[in-house]
């Protein structure tokens, strides 16, 4: 009770310690799970764990809730591969997905099996596992490190949808090693189990997918259930599966997310935020739990032909990929060599390879040779998980610096909400050069700005989804200004991290708006006491936006002087298309610079150059 009860702690504090230095969740998770694991023994008295997963589950219980936790991983991670995207990404997403996956995958078995003397069917199995990266250790490097758009997009998208792939195919060697455990490799019998077990996997999956489909889709099943319903679902697919044929399971999983998520359902994004509940949990204790149940004997196996390994992993067949990927693409050798360097191994690789490992060492069908090398598969690839989140993962913003493919200060601007105070203002800054992007939950006002020709999100722009759906290497900042003052400061604080809080604004809430003796925050929109009716009734009286150029420093602040009660300053746009948004923070107004504003009824011409 009291080490389930560590692990748990232990890995929240994991989680959060992950979100404060901008790493993979997967890295300090393993790490404390090593810590409390194989290296407590340096320094407990009599030389045991201070927790050990075998000790909190015994025997197949263990099996049993490693199995089930990857069946519903692998599941989530099939419902990020819509096959749509697949065909819609650029040519070098399709070809690292296609080409540098088969690099990583024979490359990665061939290598393995000269450096290691690993048999042919697990050198294979290794390379399956490598494959999988994955968004969950792509995307906070991404965000820590900003870089440009071409290649924060091709690492973005194939972060996203190599997971399920690399899976997939991991799953499918494993299920070939299986069948061919009774006797000699490539005969009949083999081949026929393993057709056996991928048929069943994915008519399993298949039915399950379509369950879903079906009773969601027809409001069978209320709202306040489908996400444990769907749960559900998926450990029936996945035991009915097993049940059937032994491990057709994590296929009938994988495959029942990957068809569910391309169907057509209109909740399909409430099926998908399950995973910020349930997976987060199981990832948290998985692997905590499983990088415990290590030995000092396993990590002394790997020696120094262990290292060669990874390097010739990261140093050899993720740049040969990546340039064999990129081929034609209008990618510089300086973004080539960046992608070449990002490429950590995530959840997807740790968790199946626990399976596997644990799998193939209980099975009586598994010759005592595979048994060993399957003791040494989960270090191998927690040393490659590890080895690749801590060298690129702290080394990738000195490496882009020194590329140069860090991402100049985007000017692009996310409005929270698609009201009509956010068309306004968006079609103005669309109209003059500027990226904007519109994000509401309300159809009506999702439908009309579409209609505009405006960029737009449909969903909750505070869903941890937010930072995997959008492309925010445009953005530079965000300007909340929904009639909700709650929401608005929400998004300001969900979104200072990632743009940094003097790129943050938000609307004045009634109560800021009513009473003059509280003092303005500086994130407030415009400097001004505008709540949300009284703007968007402004707005509407005053369609016309004006501007004046200043020909000179002084000119701004003796324009301020003159006009300044009769009109709302809103943006002041340098030469070079730089956007600096009027708030509590100062101006810096040089020549040529044209401060953008809203005339107020009383506003007076005379004098003024617009």
Do not use: C
């Not at 990404?89 to 996956?101: D, F, K, Q, Y």
């Amino acid at each position: 009770m009291v080490e389930l009860a560590s692990i748990l702690v232990l890995g929240v504090f994991a989680q959060w310690l992950a979100w404060r230095i901008k790493q993979p969740a997967i890295l300090p998770l393993i790490l404390i799970g090593l810590l409390i694991g194989p290296v407590s023994t340096f320094f407990t008295p009599d030389g045991t764990k201070l927790i050990d997963g075998d000790s909190i589950f015994s025997g197949d219980l263990l099996f049993s809730f490693v199995s089930l936790s990857v069946g519903v991983i692998l599941f989530e991670g099939g419902l990020t591969l819509n096959l749509k995207e697949v065909k819609t990404v650029a040519t070098t997403v399709r070809n690292l997905l296609v080409i540098g996956v088969f690099i990583t995958f024979i490359g990665g078995a061939i290598a393995a099996h000269l450096i290691l003397d690993l048999s042919l069917s697990m050198a294979f199995l290794f390379g399956g596992l490598i494959i999988v990266s994955g968004p969950t250790v792509v995307l906070p490097i991404l965000r820590n490190v900003r870089p440009n758009a071409k290649t924060n997009t091709i690492l973005k998208w194939e972060g996203i949808l190599i997971d399920p792939l690399g899976a997939l195919i991991a799953v499918l060697v494993y299920e070939f090693i299986k069948s061919s455990s009774h006797g000699e490799y490539y005969t009949v019998e083999a081949l026929k189990d393993f057709f056996v077990t991928i048929s069943i996997g994915f008519f399993v999956g298949g039915m399950g997918a379509i369950i879903i489909w079906y009773l969601i889709g027809k409001n069978k099943i209320p709202e306040y259930l489908r996400n444990i319903f769907t749960l559900g679902t998926v450990i029936l697919v996945f035991s009915t599966a097993d049940i059937l044929q032994k491990e057709a399971g994590l296929l009938a999983a994988t495959i029942m997310g990957i068809v569910l998520a391309n169907m057509k359902l209109e909740d399909f994004k409430k099926i998908l935020s399950f995973k910020e509940d349930i997976s987060l949990i199981l990832v948290t204790l998985l692997f905590i739990l499983l990088s415990s149940r290590i030995n000092i004997e396993q990590i002394e196996q790997l020696g120094t032909r262990s290292l060669l390994l990874f390097a010739v992993v990261i140093f050899v067949l993720r740049p040969l990929g990546v340039f064999l990927s990129s081929i034609g693409s209008n990618l510089k050798w300086q973004e080539k060599l960046f992608i070449s360097w990002i490429g950590p191994r995530g959840i997807v690789a740790a968790a199946v390879a626990s399976l596997f490992s644990l799998d193939l060492m209980k099975s009586e069908t598994t010759s005592a040779s595979l048994r060993a090398e399957a003791e040494l598969l989960l270090p191998l690839v927690f040393l490659v998980i590890v080895g690749t989140v801590v060298i690129q993962g702290t080394s990738a913003k000195w490496v882009g610096k020194l590329l140069n493919v860090l991402r100049k200060e985007p000017q692009g601007v996310l409005f929270v909400g698609a009201n009509e105070i956010a068309k306004k203002l968006a079609l103005f800054l669309k109209k003059e050069g500027f990226y904007v992007l519109l994000a509401d939950t309300a159809k009506h006002n999702v439908e009309e700005a579409r209609k505009l020709d405006l960029h737009v999100y449909e969903g909750n722009i505070l869903s941890e989804e937010i930072f995997e759906e959008l492309d925010l290497s445009q953005i530079g900042k965000l300007v909340a200004v929904t009639s909700n003052s709650g929401i608005n400061s929400l998004a300001l604080s969900w979104f200072d991290n990632e743009l940094g809080m003097q790129n943050t604004y938000r609307l004045v809430s009634k109560e800021e708006a009513e009473n003059e003796n509280l003092p303005l925050p500086k994130n407030v929109l415009f400097k001004s006491r505008l709540d949300y009716l009284s703007l968007n009734q402004m707005l509407r009286e005053n369609s016309e936006i004006s501007e004046v150029r200043f020909n000179a420093d002084s000119e701004y602040e003796e324009f301020i002087e003159e006009k300044g009660k009769s009109i709302i300053p809103l943006f002041i746009i340098k030469p070079g298309k730089k956007l600096h948004i009027i708030s509590g923070y100062p101006e810096e107004v040089e020549k040529e610079d044209r401060l953008i504003f809203l005339k107020k009824k009383n506003y007076d011409m005379q004098s003024t150059e617009s």
